[in-house]
């Protein structure tokens, strides 16, 4: 026979699960640990992986991937401006690994009602600004077109600031702006309210137009807080970054301002540092996950040889090697561990569909910054997970297989 390894493992695993009283639950518990761990692995990789991405990707949407701003703006505490013309932004967008650049600026200032007032910083931002965030973050209202040469006189603020100062899309709210002893006061009309759970951007910053925070900065029209710079790829920011420092950084404006870079990861490292402490608890998960199905896959297997030592023996006396049965119990385990890994991704992709469709655990937003938890399918990912439980698996499955060897077809008959 081409297979006899194959052939009898296929009849071992057939025939003898069903009539073994001690081979059946074996079988079972070694297929329920695979099918078991592997379902954790998948839920706990999909589930940081989620978690992971939807913070970042909040994060970014506040601020990009890259700031180049003013030296004095990003490494001291003094709001600087610095020339954005188009000769500069030019520069930025052909820079190699740039997806998109925007301009915006900065201003404090307090927003005021009949019965309450709140100090927030005013980001202003022009048609050029990609809105996507906001827009997928919006609660009510909608967003405004802001413009770098007109005032809309709309303001786009968060859920926080609305639940404060008691605010709905389409209220009306004054705003004042202290400089040097001199208050001005602009009136606003809330254009819409946004709400993403990150604390430390809800509790502070609304959007309004470019040309308005720019005149209240006294600069002038090319003068802006700095411009941010969205990449390809994630994963190559600081490639980017460091083309930036070469054609970029250190080069004075026309106004004799620096110029400087600074990525999201650098601005908010407690954040970044946070999210990879999150890889460890998956290396550990994994790690905890495969000693579960190698151990019943080794018991299981054992307990399989020794059930079959009659029948070892009798191989044996027919002229069968010690690789050949080897092989015999190595195919055994490869079906025990395949109909426990189909059990396993049926349960762990069944788990991770029902919550990214359905939302049904759900978490305290103020401590997590989503209020469920975020699941992120991602086939390669998941591939490899199978790879490496079926490599691993079959990979302790060698030391019991070599317990063949030690069968005597002599002695073969006491285990009957």
């Known amino acids: 026979m081409k297979n006899l390894p194959l052939f009898i493992a296929k009849r071992i695993y057939k025939v003898g699960e069903g009539t073994k009283r001690v081979s059946r639950p074996a079988i079972r518990i070694a297929t329920a640990g695979v099918a078991i761990g592997l ?35 990003l490494h001291g505490r003094e709001a600087r401006p610095v020339c954005m013309d188009d000769s500069m932004m030019n520069v930025l967008r052909s820079t190699d690994g740039v997806k998109h650049v925007q301009r915006y600026t900065l201003k404090q200032g307090i927003l005021k009602t009949d019965n309450d007032f709140l100090g927030v910083t005013f980001k202003g931002i022009a048609s050029e600004y990609d809105t996507t965030f906001v827009h997928d973050n919006l609660v009510s209202g909608h967003v405004p077109a802001f413009s770098d040469s007109i005032s809309s006189g709309k303001l786009l603020i968060s859920k926080t600031m609305a639940d404060k100062l008691k605010l709905n899309a389409g209220d009306r709210v004054f705003a004042y702006f202290v400089d040097d002893g001199d208050v001005r006061v602009r009136r606003f009309t809330i254009g819409g309210v946004y709400q993403t759970n990150l604390a430390q951007f809800d509790n502070i910053l609304c959007y309004t137009d470019l040309y308005t925070t720019t005149r209240l900065n006294n600069w002038q029209k090319d003068q802006v807080s700095g ?6 790829d994630f994963d190559k920011i600081n490639d980017v970054e460091n083309r930036f420092v070469q054609k970029v950084n250190r080069i004075t404006d026309h106004y004799g301002e620096t110029y400087s870079s ?33 151990f019943t896959m080794i018991s299981g297997l054992l307990i399989i040889i020794l059930e079959r030592t009659g029948m070892i023996g009798v191989l044996k006396a ?35 569909a029902i919550q990214k469709f359905t939302g049904m655990v759900k978490l305290d937003a103020a401590t997590y910054y989503v209020d469920t938890v975020p699941v992120e399918f991602n086939v390669p990912v998941l591939l490899l997970i199978n790879v490496g439980t079926l490599a691993v698996s079959l990979f302790v499955l060698l030391a019991p297989s070599c317990l063949v060897a030690t069968v005597h077809p002599a002695k073969s008959m006491r285990y009957e």
């Open 227 to 232: 411009a941010e710079v969205a990449v390809n």
């Open 318 to 352: 027919l002229g069968a090697g010690n690789k050949t049965i080897g092989r015999v119990f190595l195919w055994f385990g490869a079906f025990v561990i395949g109909k426990g890994m189909l059990i396993g991704n049926i349960i762990g992709i069944g788990l991770i």
């Open 39 to 73: 379902a954790v692995m998948i839920v706990s990789v999909s589930i940081v992986l989620g978690f992971k991405h939807t913070i970042r990707d909040k994060v970014v949407g506040f601020g990009c991937h890259i700031s180049v701003a003013n030296f004095m703006s």
């Open 262 to 294: 600074e990525t999201i990861v650098d601005t908010y490292p407690q954040i970044f540092t946070w999210l990879d402490l999150l890889d460890l608890n998956v290396w550990i998960i994994l790690a905890l996950m495969l000693c579960v199905a190698g």
